[in-house]
């Protein structure tokens, strides 16, 4: 890579201010990789604008009629999403967007309540004509106290059981290994995803091996990072085979875990487990960290390890049109009135009942 590629990738890693997902280099690769028919940035790059949409076009059907819509730049690999650059957009901005596309209804999946796409809901106007629903929860770890006392949180058999079995594995030879260079990632990249499709994502033909853009995707993206300094690889090895692996970025404090995977032969070793253990203590061990981000969905597994979930959301925003209406009373009366049952029904939602499929988000 030359070195002003090099230079241009940790300015603009650097810049983000909200989520390292909603970064310069995040969407130039998924856009690179995953090639929408009809996709680009709103407003265009040549009008001046503190920030910029990354978006594609995805024609949706209600019934016999087919709405253009607007959707933000993600899919499955996509942990969150936000605007652009260093403003923060209006209502009035975003019906200016479906304005400009000749859209109907625009839908950004994935966006956190701190985002700079939610705070557009602040502004005046805001009516009948936005939505926020439900889209997944992220479980977290709160790694500012100790590793001790965190793991005295968890229930006691759960806590012996991986300590145990991070105990044998140990003496099996088990060791971890925290890979930040591209230089030591790449000599090993082949092996990870060997690992990955080891188990039911491989019988399934879900791997990322087996998954062309999605593999261009993560090498491209990986490099990048860790030109920018934001690359951690987590490796267990028993002797010299890898035999679980967690690949993840660090940001602002934050270290989100954005690919992992364990080598089936294994399983009854748990080197998944035991590499989440780990890494967990590392984590504590470093005051750089203080927050693990496991990413959505919310899993049975996930929530096992996790102190908290942060709600990510889908914002919905219809044009004044009959195909806008048409669209609301599709995507925002009927999820209205089944969050209303919900609550009503069960009062708060748990992590557990919010998560879900990511309907809205269109899988590559």
Request: with cysteine; hydrophobic share 40%; glycine share 6%.
């Amino acid at each position: 890579m030359p070195n002003d590629r090099v230079e241009n990738s940790r300015e603009v890693w650097a810049d983000d201010s909200t989520t390292l997902f909603a970064s310069r280099v995040w969407f130039d690769r998924w856009f690179e990789a995953f090639r929408p028919a009809e996709h680009g940035e709103w407003p265009p790059l040549e009008r001046p604008s503190p920030y910029r949409i990354a978006y594609q076009i995805e024609p949706r059907r209600i019934g016999p009629f087919r709405l253009r819509t607007i959707s933000g730049a993600v899919n499955a690999y996509t942990p969150q999403f936000d605007v652009l650059g260093t403003g923060a957009p209006s209502l009035a901005n975003l019906r200016r967007m479906l304005k400009d596309l000749d859209a109907s209804v625009l839908v950004l999946p994935l966006v956190a309540r701190n985002s700079r796409l939610v705070r557009a809901l602040d502004s005046p106007g805001t009516g009948t004509g936005t939505f926020l629903d439900d889209c997944e929860s992220a479980p977290l770890i709160d790694c500012t106290g100790s590793f001790d006392a965190y793991l005295s949180t968890r229930r006691a058999s759960r806590r012996a059981e991986w300590l145990e079995k991070g105990e044998r594995l140990a003496k099996a030879g088990g060791r971890m290994e925290v890979l930040s260079s591209w230089e030591r990632v790449s000599g090993i990249f082949e092996e990870l995803l060997e690992v990955e499709s080891s188990g039911w994502k491989g019988r399934k033909g879900s791997s990322i091996r087996q998954a062309p853009q999605a593999r261009a995707f993560f090498e491209t993206v990986c490099r990048d990072l860790a030109a920018a300094g934001k690359l951690r690889v987590f490796v267990l090895r028993r002797d010299t085979r890898i035999v679980a692996f967690k690949i993840a970025t660090l940001h602002a404090g934050r270290l989100s875990s954005l690919k992992t995977g364990y080598l089936e032969e294994f399983a009854k070793s748990s080197p998944g487990a035991v590499l989440q253990l780990w890494v967990s203590r590392w984590c504590f061990e470093h005051p750089d960290v203080d927050v693990f981000d496991f990413l959505g969905p919310a899993t049975p597994t996930k929530l096992l390890w996790a102190t908290r979930v942060e709600e990510l959301y889908t914002l919905y925003v219809f044009r004044p049109t009959p195909a806008g209406a048409l669209a609301w009373f599709r995507w925002s009366a009927g999820p209205r009135a089944r969050q209303w049952l919900r609550r009503f029904k069960f009062g708060r939602a748990s992590a557990a009942d919010v998560s879900k499929p990511r309907e809205q988000v269109s899988h590559a």
